[in-house]
C-alpha cells in the first residue's frame, strides 16, 4: 500500500513538471510524452456546437436513440448517424464535446461529460439543434495522461485532451 | 461463518468479478453498450469515474442536479443496471449496489478478482463477467466468467472459461454474445453447460442488443446484423459502416 502511494506521489509530482519543450527526451521517465490540450473556461464553455459531418479517428463508445446510432470521438465529441435505416446508416452530423468519453439520452436530453464537467444538452427531434440547459462544473476528476500524468494546469484553463509529443 | 469464510477464500482465489448489466431500457432513455459508463435509472442519472460514483436527480430533465458522489475504489471502469441494482465494474473487482433508495445507492456486494479489463452484464440470477489480460490492465488472464447472483449480496463464481482477448459483451434472450477474437455467440440456456452456438467473424470491442438487433462496434468497422431467435445461427448481415 506505502509502495502504491509512493508511486502515486512520485507521479504526482512530476506532474508539475512543464510539459512543451519538445527537445527533450520524450523518454524522461519524469516527463509525459504526451501534450496537454488547454483552453481557458470561456472559450471552452462555447465550444460546444454542432459540425458537419467529421472523419473519424478513432472509436469510442457507441449509444442508440430512438433511429440514431451515436458514436463516440474519445475527447472530441459524437459522430451523429440517423439510422432509421440499418442497411444504410447515414451520417448526419457531428456534435463537438470536448473531452467527452460517455453519454447518457433522457427523451431530448442528453448527459455528457465535458472535460471535468457534466452538461445537459437540450436536442430536437432532427437532432440538428442543441442548447445547453445546465453544467455542473468539476465534477469529475482530471484527466490522467496515458503514461500516468496530472496536468499543470494554470486558474481558468480546463484540460480537454492529450495527445502524444511530436519531436 | 466458515461458510461465508469460505464462500470469500474462493472467490478471492478463482477472481471473478461479475457486473451486470442487463439495462432495463424504457423507450424515452437510449441504451448504451456494456464499456458505459453512464446509466439513466428513471429520474437518475448515474455516472462512474475512475473513483467515484455519482448520482443525479434528472427530474427535471434539462436541470441535472447532483445528488450524491461516494468513493468507490480504483480505476473503475464501467456501470449498468439491471432490475433495481447497479454493477460496477473495475480493473480489480465487481461491485453491486441497490437502488432501493435511488439517491443513496448502497453497496450490497463487493467480488475482487484479477487485475484485468472486466464490462459485465446481468439478467435475472446470472452475471456475466469479462476479464481481459490482454489489454494492458494489467493481469494476463483473459476469460468468460458467469456468476449465481441469486443471493444478490453474495454472487457466486460458478464457471469461468478462458477466451482469447475479451472485451464487451450483451444478451440475447437465452443467449449470451461476447467480442472474443471474433464474436461469439453461447448459449446460455442451460447455465451449468454453456456452449457455443455460433461466431461472427468480425472484429469488436463493444455491442448493443436492441429488439433483434446488433450493433457492433470495432476500431475500423460498425457493424449491424439482424437476429432471429429461433435460430441464432442464422444471422442477416444488414451494413457495414467504416469508421
Redesign the interface.
Known amino acids: 500500500m506505502k509502495k502504491i502511494l509512493l508511486l502515486g506521489l512520485i507521479m504526482f509530482n512530476s506532474s508539475c513538471i512543464y510539459l512543451g519543450h519538445e527537445e527533450d527526451d520524450i523518454t524522461d521517465p519524469f516527463e509525459s510524452s504526451y501534450k496537454a490540450i488547454t483552453l481557458n473556461r470561456e472559450a471552452f464553455e462555447q465550444s460546444t456546437v454542432l459540425l458537419e459531418e467529421q472523419p473519424?479517428e478513432?472509436?469510442g463508445?457507441?449509444?442508440?436513440?430512438?433511429n440514431y446510432?451515436?458514436?463516440n470521438e474519445p475527447n472530441k465529441g459524437f459522430?451523429i448517424?440517423n439510422?432509421v435505416n440499418?442497411?444504410?446508416?447515414i451520417n448526419i452530423g457531428f456534435l463537438k464535446v470536448l473531452g467527452a468519453?460517455?453519454?447518457?439520452?433522457?427523451?431530448?436530453?442528453a448527459?455528457i461529460?465535458n472535460a471535468r464537467d457534466?452538461i445537459?444538452v437540450?436536442l430536437n427531434s432532427e437532432f440538428n439543434t442543441i442548447e445547453i440547459?445546465?453544467r455542473?462544473k468539476n465534477?469529475?476528476?482530471e484527466k490522467?495522461s496515458p503514461d500516468g500524468f496530472l496536468p499543470d494546469l494554470e486558474e481558468n484553463e480546463v484540460l480537454v485532451n492529450w495527445v502524444l509529443k511530436t519531436n | 461463518m466458515k461458510k461465508h469464510i469460505f464462500y470469500i477464500i474462493l472467490i478471492i482465489a478463482f477472481s471473478c468479478d461479475s457486473d451486470g448489466q442487463l439495462d432495463t431500457v424504457s423507450q424515452?432513455?437510449?441504451?448504451?453498450?456494456s464499456?458505459?459508463?453512464?446509466?439513466?435509472v428513471n429520474n437518475y442519472?448515474y455516472?462512474v469515474?475512475?473513483?467515484?460514483l455519482?448520482v443525479?436527480n434528472?427530474s427535471n430533465?434539462?436541470?441535472?442536479v447532483?445528488v450524491n458522489t461516494s468513493f468507490i475504489g480504483f480505476d473503475i471502469e464501467t456501470l449498468f443496471h439491471f432490475n433495481n441494482d447497479l454493477y460496477v465494474g473495475s480493473q480489480t473487482g465487481m461491485f453491486i449496489y441497490s437502488l432501493d433508495n435511488p439517491e443513496e445507492p448502497k453497496q450490497l456486494a463487493a467480488v475482487s478478482h484479477f487485475r484485468a479489463c472486466d464490462p459485465v452484464v446481468a439478467k435475472q440470477n446470472y452475471a456475466f463477467v469479462t476479464l481481459d489480460g490482454s489489454a494492458g490492465c494489467g493481469g494476463t488472464l483473459s476469460v468468460l466468467e458467469v456468476y449465481d447472483t441469486s443471493n444478490i449480496s453474495e454472487p457466486v463464481l460458478i464457471s469461468r472459461r478462458n477466451l482469447v482477448a475479451p472485451k464487451g459483451l450483451g444478451l440475447f434472450n437465452n443467449f449470451l454474445f461476447v467480442c472474443d477474437d471474433e464474436i461469439k455467440i453461447f448459449d446460455i440456456s442451460n447455465i451449468n453447460e454453456i456452449k457455443l452456438v455460433h461466431a461472427l467473424n468480425v472484429s469488436a470491442?463493444?455491442v448493443?442488443i436492441?429488439g433483434n438487433?446488433l450493433?457492433a462496434?470495432?476500431?475500423?468497422n460498425?457493424y449491424?446484423y439482424?437476429l432471429n431467435e429461433n435460430d441464432i445461427k442464422n444471422t442477416t448481415l444488414?451494413?457495414t459502416?467504416n469508421?
Open positions: 473519424h478513432t472509436s463508445r457507441i449509444y442508440v436513440k430512438d446510432l451515436i458514436i459522430h448517424y439510422n440499418p442497411k444504410l446508416p468519453t460517455n453519454i447518457s439520452i433522457k427523451n431530448n436530453v448527459y461529460n457534466l445537459a437540450k440547459t445546465k455542473v465534477m469529475f476528476p490522467v | 424515452d432513455t437510449g441504451q448504451g453498450g464499456l458505459a459508463q453512464f446509466t439513466i442519472l455516472t469515474d475512475q473513483s467515484s455519482n443525479f434528472i430533465l434539462e436541470k441535472p447532483q470491442f463493444d448493443i436492441r438487433e450493433i462496434i470495432g476500431n475500423t460498425l449491424q439482424q444488414l451494413s459502416l469508421i
